[in-house]
Structure formats: C-alpha cells, structure tokens
C-alpha cells in the first residue's frame, strides 16, 4: 500500500518530550520526609533544647523566604515549595543543641536571604545556603559553635553521661576515650551537632533518596569511601588522638553522614554529570580528611562541601557529555 505525503509526515512538539511527574516541591518534600528519622532521634537524645533550635531556624527562615519573595516581586506562594523549610531543618541539625536563641534565628536569616537569594533565588545559589549559614556562624559566634564540649545526649542504654557536657568525639584537646562503633552508629550518648548523631537514621533516610532517584548514590559513595582511605592512609597530625588513625571511627563520628547524604547531593550546588559528580565528591573526601588530619577544627565537613561548591562551574565546564551522535565530548567554548 502507498503511503500519501500526510501518512508521512513527521510531527515533532517543542522539548522536552518526556516530562518527570516529579515537582520542585514534590522532591523537597520527600527530602523532609528522608530526614524525619534523624530528626525522631534527635528530639530523643537532646529534648526540648533540639526542639527549640529547629524551630527558631525553621521559622526564620521561612520568614525569610517571605521577605526576600516580597522585596523581589515573586509570588509568595514559592515560598511553601519546601526549600526554605529544608533550609532552616538542615542548619539546625548542624549546630549544636546549646546553641543561645539568636544563632539559629541569624543563621537562617542569612542562609535564606544571604546565600540564597542575594544570588537570584533557588536554582541559582552558589553555595549549599544551610552550609554557608553554618560556616558564617562560625566566624560570627565562635564561642557558641566551636566550644570542645558539647551538652551530653540522652543515652539509649547503659549509664547516663556527665548531664551538662561531654567531649565531642572528633575533639583533637581535652577529648574523652573514643567511644564504640555501635555507640557511634546508633548515637547513644554521643555529643555533637543536633542531626548527627544517630548514624542509622541518616543512612536509611539516605538510601529512600536513592531509592527515589533523588540523591545520586555516587556522591555520598565516593565521598565516604575518599575520606575512609585517606583518613586510613595518611600520616597522623600533630594533634594525634588514639582513634586519628581508625578510618571506621572517621566514618561514624562527626558529620560526614549527613553531610554525604543530604548536603553534598544538593542539586544546585553540585555538577549535572556522573563523572562531574565523582570528581566533586573525592575533592569533598580529600578536604575533609586534610582538615581532620591536619586542621585546627575538629570537623571539614562544612568547608569541603563549601569549597567543592565553589568548584562546580569548572567541573561543570570541563567535564561535558558527549553530543548525541558523536564520538568526542561536547567542545569548551572558547573566551574571546
């Protein structure tokens, strides 16, 4: 049978021609809703102190996002797509459970209005805005933030710690003994940042991301397995602790869970390619564990996810998928 020129026609729609049933707000949601878990925990070991953190640096961030919405002209309905409010959980789960009232209140104002908007707004931050908030506060309230001994947790068995302070298991000066890996893994007892503790909680929060599609499993794989080698391989600082050379007592301590899981894996932040995202995720591992090794902070979490950060344009530019069709990569455009 003929086929007539109409038979043969080709209809071609403008892109994309797939669309993902995924939403902006779709994804930020299911990310609070990886994160409940850590945040269950937390509200056990540290009471009513995490409860009052979290919701300082929710609120003042939502607020934020709604000032910052206002002044820009935007509709304020973006500010219910979950951004604001993943922003504001993230940063509290990074301080500490002591920390006075105005550190979450500052931190989320200038998490939302400082490292997000002043940039154009979500999708267009440079870097991770709870991360900078974090790091800004750092500098701003070193004594609230830096303090080697943090408010003792609630224990999930055993005897209860000093119930004021007690050492921060990655403390270089003046720490107690290293504690189990199991204690470690499940956050009995253990000190520091509100969300960090219970090392269980993240990683199934994690994985029901990847599970999802909405964290890419190489991130957090090549930056734990980086800082596990390093941090194994390396020789000792000066500030040498009986735990500095175990690479398993690196991976459960501190904040390189969450970090890995639910900060690394921005979308924004973090280069469009796999092997972009692998190289990003090694310079993550590598920074961490130089200042760990050799660094006067006990933790580099904050700062190696800031840094790589920084370095995802040029992964970005350097590091292009091939054209469809082709056998090279994309060229490098070059600058005039």
């Keep these: 049978m003929e086929q007539t020129n109409a038979d ?65 002209g935007r509709p304020l309905a973006h500010a219910a797509d979950g951004s604001a409010f993943i922003t504001g959980l993230l940063l509290a789960m990074v301080l500490p459970p002591g920390a006075a009232w105005y550190v979450p209140l500052v931190g989320g104002v200038f998490a939302i209005a400082v490292a997000k908007h002043a940039f154009g707004g979500l999708g267009n931050n440079i870097w991770n ?46 720490a107690a003994a290293p504690l189990s890996y199991l204690d470690l893994l499940l956050g009995n007892g253990v000190p520091g940042c509100i969300g960090e503790t219970c090392k269980v909680a993240l990683i199934v929060g994690g994985v029901f991301l990847i599970a999802r599609s909405i964290v890419d499993w190489r991130i957090p794989l090549f930056y734990i397995g980086t800082a596990f080698v390093l941090t194994w391989l390396l020789p000792t600082g000066a500030h040498a602790r009986a735990w500095s050379a175990d690479p398993v007592y690196h991976v459960l301590a501190g904040g390189l869970m969450i970090g890995a899981f639910f900060m690394a894996t921005d979308m924004v932040t973090t280069p469009v390619t796999r092997r972009g995202r692998i190289i990003f995720a090694v310079g993550c591992g590598l920074i961490v564990s130089l200042i760990r090794r050799y660094g006067g902070y006990p933790e580099g979490v904050a700062y190696s996810i800031v840094l790589m950060n920084t370095c995802t344009p040029l992964i970005d530019r350097w590091v292009r998928p091939r054209i469809y069709g082709s056998t090279t990569p994309k060229p490098v455009p070059r600058e005039a």
Excluded at 18 to 46: C, H, K, N
Excluded at 62 to 67: D, H, R, T
Excluded at 153 to 165: I, K, M, N, Q, S
């Design 8 to 72: 043969m026609q080709l209809l071609v729609s403008s892109s994309p021609h797939v669309r993902e049933p995924d939403t902006i707000r779709g994804i930020m949601w299911q990310v609070v809703i990886a994160l409940l878990p850590a945040v269950a925990m937390s509200l056990y070991f540290f009471d009513l102190a995490a409860l009052k953190v979290y919701a300082i640096s929710i609120a003042a961030a939502e607020a934020a996002e709604l000032v910052c919405l206002k002044m820009r």
């Design 129 to 174: 805005p709870a991360l900078a908030a974090r790091i800004f506060l750092q500098f701003a309230y070193p004594v609230q933030i830096s303090l080697s001994r943090w408010p003792a947790p609630r224990v999930l068995w055993g005897a209860a710690h000093d119930v004021v302070t007690a050492a921060s298991p990655l403390a270089k000066e003046g």
